[in-house]
């Protein structure tokens, strides 16, 4: 049941949506999704792979974590990738991943491809054809068919 069915029905909001509260207030504040973080081993190869596969920026750090972080800015994009140096090895699939949208799905792949990402799994399913490919340290995304035909005609064509 949603969150506006429950309140219709006078059910309870759950834990996890309840507010906390501090005394009698409530405590005001504002959250959002600021990143989506990425292990990696190489922080700079990783940073040059993003860049050029999301049409990215490099953003600022603070300089005593950039041995440890490194910030991109996609266009039209207010969530930023987080890449992280780790010396973990990935050990299984990812709870989360990326998807990436296009108008021609086998174009955009050999386009990864060439950046060095690899053809990992071909999906046909649930009424999809797309590709989940693996970047140079083995993190899983995809590259399906385009979702948001208007806000991917405002983003550049590659050539």
Known sequence: MCMRQRLEHGSPAPMWCRSRRVGKSAMVHRSRLC?????VSDLD????????ALAATEGAVN???RHVY??????HCDVRIL???TPDIKGTKERMHLD???DNVEAE???LEALGAIRWDHQ??????FWVLRDPWANEFCVLQTEFPDLLTERPTWT
Request: proline share 5%; with cysteine; glycine share 6%.
């Open 45 to 52: 190869s990783a940073t040059e792979f993003g860049c050029a």
């Open 83 to 85: 890449l992280q140096a």
């Open 63 to 65: 300089p005593e974590s």
């Open 124 to 129: 046909q399913e649930r009424g999809y054809d």
């Open 70 to 75: 490194r910030r991109l800015r996609i266009p």
């Open 100 to 102: 990436i949208e296009t």
């Open 35 to 39: 990143h989506f973080v990425i292990d």
């Open 109 to 111: 792949v050999r386009r």
